[in-house]
């Protein structure tokens, strides 16, 4: 039920893409984005509604495809200050069962 | 506007102790939830309030209690620490309905519990 993220963990070098996949094995409606940086709170990136929507925030984009069960976010042209731990949380069809996966941590290096 | 606040910080317990963990906020949300996170494990739901005046069980609600107090404040407690509690624990409001509704959630800065 907990949505699976790939990759675990990832490094990159500033100015260098990256892409984090979030899949469920359920029919999803929503899909949330939140980044934890160490020792602090998980924030709101965005949320993506039943659709196919793709958002954007800042150089930070997130697409959902709701066939396939999944989201990704795009972080292009990385910066220091986008080093940390990103989650999704998925919600199902239902509208009952909420769950965050496991995070990818990522770490930008100049 | 503070947001999010949650009391204490941190805290340690022994085994069997009891304590209540503070969460308050003052955007003038309905609803509000306790989370765990544990490393490797994400963030897992204990329980959430919707609206005042309700609250329901979330993934992990074995060994915790909550109370709505009023629509400030949201308080969970450990009746009876056990050492598989140790964690760090977040609270969250959002503008309404359950968890991964079409608002986003806010966080408080967390709490970091040890049980020996």
């Known amino acids: 039920q907990q949505p699976v993220q790939s990759p675990q963990a990832v490094i990159l070098r500033e100015g260098e893409d990256a892409v984090i996949n979030c899949s469920s094995s359920?029919?999803?409606?929503?899909v949330h984005w939140y980044r934890q940086k160490h020792g602090e709170a998980p924030v709101f990136l965005m949320i993506?509604?039943?659709?196919?929507e793709q958002k954007g925030h800042e150089k930070i984009s997130a697409s959902f495809n709701e066939k396939k069960q999944q989201s990704s976010l795009y972080l292009t042209a990385s910066q220091l200050s986008y080093s940390g731990t990103y989650f999704c949380?998925?919600?199902?069809?239902?509208?009952?069962?909420?769950?965050f996966g496991t995070g990818t941590s990522l770490t930008v290096i100049p | 506007n503070a947001g999010v606040t949650q009391t204490p910080k941190f805290q340690v317990l022994k085994t069997g102790q009891s304590m209540t963990l503070q969460c308050a906020q003052d955007?003038?949300?309905?609803?509000m939830y306790w989370y765990r996170q544990d490393p490797g494990m994400g963030l897992r739901l204990i329980y959430y309030?919707?609206?005042?005046?309700?609250?329901d069980k979330g993934e992990v609600p074995n060994g915790y209690n909550v109370s709505r107090l009023n629509k400030r404040e949201f308080s969970l407690r450990l009746e009876s620490a056990a050492p598989s509690q140790t964690s760090v624990y977040f609270c969250?409001?959002?503008?309404?309905?359950?968890?991964?509704?079409?608002?986003?959630?806010?966080f408080g800065p967390g709490t970091r519990l040890t049980v020996t």
């Open positions: 949380g998925t919600l199902d069809n239902t509208g009952n069962q909420f769950y």
């Open positions: 955007m003038n949300h309905n609803s």
């Open positions: 969250a409001s959002s503008q309404q309905g359950s968890p991964g509704s079409s608002y986003e959630q806010y």
């Open positions: 309030s919707a609206s005042e005046g309700t609250t």
């Open positions: 993506l509604l039943k659709g196919g």
């Open positions: 359920k029919a999803l409606y929503s």
